[in-house]
């Protein structure tokens, strides 16, 4: 079997595109539903949740691309309709969430999917020596481990 045009084993390949392209749909489904939050946040933490669901959303949003980049290097096509997204997804879609412990609960839920499904692929990318999503999931799950914590400070 001949390997991709940048060295991998196709069939690996394929099994990590069809990880990412999960992962690009937990991904989409988390960042709408922390637009929600953005938007519909209300109570004493206001000011600080409204900045704060801004900057996961954004940083979300630079993920979703980041990920949809990778599929698209390895020769794959990455999801791109939210029926599909939801039917790849395990984030639960959520809406008309105010109150901003539950929607930070929600929020730790949803690391829970994405670290869940970056390290399956940490573990599948590492052994098919697929550094370039290896790095990038490894990157992603030092960076969440240490959102998580800080969320579940704030609640408590």
């Known amino acids: ?21 999960s992962l690009l749909a937990d991904l989409q489904i988390f960042y709408q539903n922390v637009r929600g939050f953005h938007w519909n946040i209300r109570g004493a ?22 990920v949809a980049e990778r599929i698209l290097t390895l020769g794959g096509r990455p999801l791109h309709s939210y029926e599909a997204y939801l039917a790849a997804t395990d984030v639960h879609a ?3 969430i105010s109150n901003g412990p539950e929607a930070l609960k929600h929020c730790v839920a949803a690391f829970s999917v994405l670290l ?16 370039g999503t290896n790095a990038l999931m490894s990157d992603y799950i030092r960076e969440q481990e240490k959102t998580v914590w800080m969320y579940r400070a704030y609640l408590g």
Do not use: S
């Open 116 to 131: 869940l499904r970056e390290r399956a692929l940490l573990q599948l990318t590492g052994e098919a020596g697929d550094e």
């Open 94 to 96: 959520v809406k008309d």
């Open 45 to 66: 933490e206001f000011f600080e949740l409204h900045a704060k669901f801004e900057e996961l959303y954004t940083d979300l949003q630079l993920k979703i691309d980041e």
């Open 1 to 21: 079997m001949e390997n991709t045009p940048i060295g991998l084993n196709p069939q690996v390949t394929a099994e990590t595109v069809e990880g990412l392209n």
